[in-house]
């Protein structure tokens, strides 16, 4: 699975350290975990605005949720979920998972 705030975290690290950054065990699990939460943190906002609803079949009538023709699409862009946004916040196991 790809996981955007762990691979921001990893980048971060080799460019703090090197590309032999991941032999470095003592500082390995602590430093990643720390850039990792700050990159999700960062990703919030982001996420908070891209999340996925119910597109319905284009007939004014319809509910979305209730239609057989449903889609899910992006809240904010309206493009077909999961939007070029949203694979850039989220894991790739939160995206196959709903
Ligand atoms: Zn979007
Ligand atoms: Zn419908």
């Not at 699975?1 to 470095?24: K, N, T, Y």
């Not at 949203?86 to 995206?95: C, F, H, I, N």
Request: glycine share 6%; proline share 5%; aromatic share 6%.
């Amino acid at each position: 699975m790809s996981d955007p705030a762990v691979e921001a975290a990893q980048r971060q690290l080799a460019a703090q350290f090197g590309h032999d950054w991941s032999s470095m065990k003592l500082i390995v699990p602590t430093a990643l975990r720390v850039r990792t939460e700050v990159a999700r943190e960062a990703l919030k906002p982001i996420r908070e605005l891209h999340k996925p609803i119910w597109g319905n079949c284009g007939h004014m009538c319809c509910s979305g949720e209730e239609c057989r023709m449903r889609t899910r699409v992006c809240g904010h862009d309206y493009d077909e979920w999961p939007c070029d946004t949203a694979k850039l916040v989220y894991t790739t196991e939160e995206l196959d998972g709903e």
